[in-house]
C-alpha cells in the first residue's frame, strides 16, 4: 500500500508564543523538529486575525524547511494576496469565522462555487496545489470536481468527537467519499481531532494520501517531546497502513 503522508501542524506552538508576546516557542524550530522526525510536510494556518501563525512565520518557513509548506487559508483577496507573494507548495483553503475557537467543520464548496472560482485559478495558475477542506460528503466532492480543485482535505472532526456505532457511521462516511473522490480524480487527505487512539481506522483507509494533524502532537509534546511524538505518529500511521 502506498506511504501516508504525515503534515504536521505548527499553528500551537505560535500560540503559546504569542502569548507572552515574545519569540519562544519558535515555530520555525518546531517545524525543523517535525522534519527530522518524520513529517512530510509542515502545515500552518494563516487565520485573518493572526491569533497564532503571523506573516512572518509564513516567510521564514519557506526559507527554513525542506519539506512543502502546506498554507491553510480562508478564501480572501488578502490570503490570495499573501499566497501568491509567497508561493507555499500547497494551499488548503478553510472556512473560517472570528468568534471559533477552530475550524468548525468543512467548506461549503457547493454554496460557493462562483466565489472560490477565480481564487482557484490563480492559485493553480502560480503553481500553487490547491485543497478544499470538506466534509466527507458526495455533494462536496462533486463541487470540489466542477472547481477543478486538485485536493480535498475530509474534516474529521465528527468522527474524533464521536463513540460506538456513532463513529463507525462516520468511519464509513469518510471511507465512502474517499474512494469517491479518488474514483473522479481528486486526491484525499484528512485531518482534524485526529490523535494517537483513533488515527489509525482512518489512516487503514488506502485511498486517503494525507493526514494533517496538529493540536494534539504540540499538546503531547509538552510531555514527550516533539520529536517522539511526530515518531510515535508517523509509526502508528505506517501500522495502520502496513
Do not use: W
Not at 519562544?24 to 485573518?48: K, M, S
Not at 475557537?101 to 460557493?112: H, I, P, R
Not at 474534516?155 to 456513532?166: N, P, V
Request: hydrophobic residues 45%; aromatic residues 2%; glycine residues 10%.
Amino acid at each position: 500500500m502506498s506511504h501516508l503522508r504525515l503534515g504536521v501542524n505548527i499553528d500551537h506552538v505560535a500560540t503559546i508564543r504569542n502569548a507572552r508576546g515574545g519569540a519562544y516557542p519558535d515555530p520555525i524550530r518546531a517545524a525543523i523538529v517535525a522534519q527530522e522526525a518524520g513529517a512530510d510536510g509542515i502545515t500552518a494556518h494563516l487565520r485573518e486575525d493572526r491569533r497564532h501563525i503571523i506573516d512572518q512565520d509564513i516567510a521564514h518557513l519557506i526559507g527554513a524547511i525542506a519539506l512543502p509548506l502546506n498554507m491553510e487559508m480562508a478564501a480572501t483577496e488578502e490570503m490570495l494576496a499573501i499566497a501568491l507573494k509567497h508561493r507555499p507548495h500547497a494551499a488548503c483553503i478553510v472556512p473560517e469565522r472570528r468568534e471559533e475557537v477552530t475550524t468548525e467543520g468543512g467548506l461549503n464548496a457547493a454554496g460557493q462555487h462562483n466565489h472560490l472560482q477565480p481564487l482557484i485559478t490563480r492559485l493553480k495558475d502560480a503553481g500553487i496545489r490547491v485543497s478544499l477542506f470538506i466534509e466527507p460528503d458526495p455533494r462536496q466532492i462533486e463541487a470540489a470536481l466542477s472547481l477543478g480543485a486538485p485536493v480535498v482535505e475530509f474534516h474529521t472532526g465528527r468522527y474524533a468527537h464521536s463513540e460506538g456505532e456513532e463513529r463507525a457511521v462516520e468511519l464509513r462516511r469518510i471511507a465512502d467519499a474517499a474512494a469517491l473522490a479518488a474514483k473522479n480524480g481528486i486526491e484525499p487527505h484528512a485531518g482534524h481531532g485526529l490523535t494517537f487512539d483513533n488515527v489509525q481506522p482512518i489512516a487503514a483507509i488506502p485511498q486517503i494520501a494525507e493526514l494533517n494533524i496538529g493540536h494534539f502532537l504540540i499538546g503531547e509534546a509538552i510531555f514527550e517531546g516533539l520529536g517522539p511524538v511526530v515518531q510515535r505518529m508517523r509509526g502508528l500511521m505506517d501500522e495502520a497502513r502496513g
